[in-house]
């Protein structure tokens, strides 16, 4: 049986409603073997950035190579969801995504403002300046631009969504063309979620936003504005010709306390179609299911996801 995370885990999983060790003969772990051969170690980094305007954003990198991997994490979520694991036999309990990602290549994370620490009680991080009001995802995806300028992180850039971070990393990805190597979506949210849900999507949005946790009404608590972010993305330029990987979960989400049944029937019927919206985005993407994960497929899996990313690592090297 898995341990259980904080408590406040439960509860964002249902935000996600919306929101290798071993064999070294195969295709995945070729690459990951092939990336391990790099450049010369790169300086780790752990702290406050400053991104202008009086705002800091708290950044963390680490590992030495090419592309740099930016895990971006899901609605809510802080960057500690890459460093954390939650398995059972036969996926090993370590390494955990950002150290394992560190192993071959330089990986960076960092905390949006209004995210939960998954501290013990679960707190919204103190590491970033607070940001109060609803967000945009230009908003955010500026934010991320702005914090890999002021901190000179090379260049290209993997990108790595989880839920609705996969938003983000695809609208950065479609605005900085020039510096977008690949992407991983980490059981990302899809554009085309609104019309499957249908008259559901209010009740939705308002659970993505207010997943009801002790810390929803916390000032400073992230929230989104999701049919703009959908707009957004929908209008933007269309994807760079980079390699692309997708990782979906095979278990049902979490129903919270209250949340209707015909939302959860509605969406895990949406869910899959969402997914391979994904998968088409780009020509021979992969698909790989989590068999056995829920939503937090990099905390369940984090071998599977740390093999994706050396896998998109190796077609980037396999391209230039």
Same mark, same amino acid.
């Given at each position: ?16 409603? =919306?929101? %290798? ?6 295709? =995945? ?15 780790? /980094? ?5 991104? $202008? ?9 680490? $590992? ?6 930016? +895990? ?8 500690? *969801? ?5 398995? #059972? ?27 939960? #620490? ?34 000179? &992180? ?15 990393? #695809? ?38 936003? #207010? ?14 504005? &999701?049919?703009?972010? =959908? ?10 010709? &980079? ?21 959860? *029937? ?22 790989? +299911? ?8 990099? /905390?369940?899996?984090?071998? %599977? ?6 896998? /998109? ?8």
């Amino acid at each position: 049986m898995r341990r259980c995370l904080p408590a406040l885990t439960a509860a964002l999983v249902s935000v996600a409603l =919306i929101t %290798l060790p071993g064999c070294d003969n195969t295709p =995945i772990e070729k690459s990951v073997a092939a990336a391990r051969t790099r450049v010369p170690a790169a300086k780790d /980094i752990s702290g406050p950035v400053d991104v $202008g305007g009086g705002r800091k954003i708290h950044l963390r990198c680490k $590992g030495s190579g090419s592309p740099t991997v930016i +895990l971006e994490s899901g609605l809510h979520d802080s960057s500690d *969801t890459w460093n954390l694991t939650d398995t #059972r036999p036969p996926v090993p309990k370590s390494p955990a995504v950002f150290p394992g990602v560190a192993a071959f290549t330089r990986v960076c994370e960092y905390d949006r403002p209004g995210t939960v #620490r998954y501290t013990e009680p679960p707190a919204l991080t103190t590491r970033s300046t607070p940001v109060n009001g609803e967000r945009s995802l230009t908003s955010m995806v500026s934010d991320l631009d702005k914090l890999l300028t002021a901190a000179k &992180v090379p260049g290209p850039y993997l990108l790595v969504g989880h839920s609705f971070g996969g938003m983000v990393t #695809r609208l950065y990805a479609q605005t900085h063309p020039e510096s977008t190597a690949g992407l991983v979506f980490v059981d990302a949210f899809g554009t085309n979620m609104k019309p499957f849900l249908g008259k559901e999507w209010a009740a939705y949005l308002e659970v993505l936003n #207010r997943p009801g946790t002790a810390l929803d009404a916390k000032r400073g608590f992230e929230t989104v504005d &999701v049919d703009g972010a =959908i707009e957004a993305v929908t209008s933007a330029p269309p994807l760079p010709e &980079v390699p692309l990987a997708v990782l979906s979960k095979t278990k049902p989400f979490a129903r919270p306390p209250g949340m209707p049944v015909s939302l959860v *029937t509605r969406l895990e019927r949406a869910w899959p179609r969402a997914q391979q919206e994904l998968v088409q985005l780009e020509p021979q993407t992969p698909h790989l +299911l989590a068999t056995g994960s829920d939503h937090y497929v990099q /905390i369940h899996d984090p071998d %599977l996801t740390i093999s994706a990313i050396g896998l /998109i690592v190796g077609r980037v090297d396999n391209g230039s």
